[in-house]
């Protein structure tokens, strides 16, 4: 596929925002766009995720029951991105407000907060925490004492006896990070820390940046499948609702699949699970049909077909099935917006058996869709037949059937030639 705009993380700023560099430099080395959302000047907070590769949310002076007490939009914001499973990297207070949108609380406690303490890193294993040295002193910046009650899916990262939560996972994208750099203006009680609070933040530096650069390269790596989530995981719900008219379509094009009874279908992409029904009469109580998408949400939304196939969260591009595991894969628009379509070509090949069928649908045409959008058509489309032909063959698949009508575009394609 063409090389794009540089993907974009938001990162939303209760204050102008002093000891971001090395998250910004690390995001940016990685080839991602960072726009800040200055809340401090007036900047709106987005209703959604929708084109941001990442969220990151940084805190401000205020207490913790301050900031979450003006803080509605972000923690809805918070909800929304990790729904989507965007990447998500929260500091400060930032790390009060993602655990309150996770289900967690913020308490009050006794004592003051400011200056440098010991905490412990956990032995849980993680991308982004892998290499963080197992007892850091870190910089507390908590005047009144506010720690966190995590919720019950929080992974502990790191812990100290005065701040039980200091760093945490939320699923298997956002990360909460309590510490951050103390001001020169900060009174320290030095009977209350293990050493004074200047001392310990140039040490953590290069630990912190190494953070920083684990969270951008995950970031950047899962770009392509974050887009795909944010996009369809607020239209989920209705999706089944807005494209039923197309589902005779769908029925159609998976008879031309030539399946029989008892053989093994997979619908890659399969969105809501409109194939699902039409793929389960074609093999069969007898045979095996699997829905594989990348969006929990659109899983959730197809939960209606579940009876008729196993569903399975799952990247296009690396399935979690054996070699020659299905007779026949389906796929309804998809192949245009996986970054690599001819790898896609190449895994689905892997787990279709020998002589097994492959076929690429959409109920418009390629003309159609690209009118739908005001564009012409795309000399570089991955569903060109100049395109498609070899990048086929190189898979290890034959096309047999090309046709891109005014209303349909379908490809069809057999395994090993056979």
């Keep these: 596929m063409k090389d794009g705009p540089a993907a974009q993380v938001l990162a939303l700023e209760h204050t ?90 913020t308490l009050r406690v006794t ?79 030095a009977s209350e820390f293990v050493e004074p609070a200047t001392a310990a933040p140039a040490r953590l530096a290069g630990h912190c940046a190494g953070v920083s650069t684990r969270f951008a390269a995950l970031v950047a790596a899962r770009a392509v499948r ?18 039923a008219a197309d589902n005779p379509a769908y029925a159609a094009a998976v008879a031309r699949m030539g399946l029989r009874p008892g053989l093994r279908a997979l619908d890659v992409g399969c969105g809501s699970g409109r194939a699902l ?60 917006h996986v970054p690599d379509p001819a790898a896609a070509l190449a895994e689905w090949a892997r787990v279709t058996a020998p002589s097994g069928v492959l076929l690429l649908f959409h109920p418009s045409g390629r003309a159609e869709r690209a009118a739908r959008h005001g564009r012409p058509l795309d000399p570089d489309d991955p569903l060109a037949e100049e395109k498609l032909r070899p990048a086929l063959e190189a898979a290890g698949w034959r096309l047999d059937c090309y046709e891109d009508a005014r209303h349909h575009f379908l490809a069809r394609a057999v395994r090993g030639g056979g």
């Design 16 to 105: 102008p925002q002093r000891g971001t560099d090395a998250v910004r430099s690390a995001l940016e080395s990685a080839g991602l766009a960072v726009r800040a959302c200055r809340m401090w000047a007036g900047d709106p907070v987005p209703d959604t995720p929708d084109g941001a590769a990442a969220l990151v949310v940084l805190g401000g002076p205020a207490d913790a029951q301050e900031d979450l007490s003006g803080s509605a939009e972000v923690l809805a914001l918070v909800r929304a991105a990790l729904e989507a499973e965007v990447p998500l990297l929260a500091v400060g207070q930032g790390a009060h407000l993602l655990a309150v949108a996770a289900g967690g609380k």
């Design 111 to 189: 004592g003051p907060g400011i200056g440098c303490g010991g905490v412990r890193r956990s032995t849980a294993a993680d991308p982004v925490f892998t290499g963080f040295p197992a007892q850091p002193a870190v910089p507390h910046r908590h005047r009144h004492r506010d720690t966190i009650e995590l919720p019950a899916r929080a992974v502990l990262l790191a812990s100290c006896d005065r701040d039980p939560a200091q760093a945490f996972r939320i699923g298997g994208s956002a990360w909460g990070v309590r510490w951050c750099t103390v001001g020169e203006d900060e009174r320290v009680d």
């Design 226 to 243: 974050t887009a795909t989530r944010t996009y369809f995981t607020p239209r989920a719900a209705t999706w089944e609702e807005r494209f």
């Design 277 to 336: 029904p039409a793929l389960r009469a074609e093999v069969g109580e007898r045979g095996l049909v699997l829905g594989v998408d990348v969006t929990p949400a659109m899983l959730t939304a197809g939960a209606a077909h579940a009876r008729h196939a196993r569903l399975l969260l799952a990247d296009a591009g690396r399935l979690p099935l054996s070699a020659g595991a299905v007779d026949g894969v389906f796929s309804a628009g998809l192949i245009n």
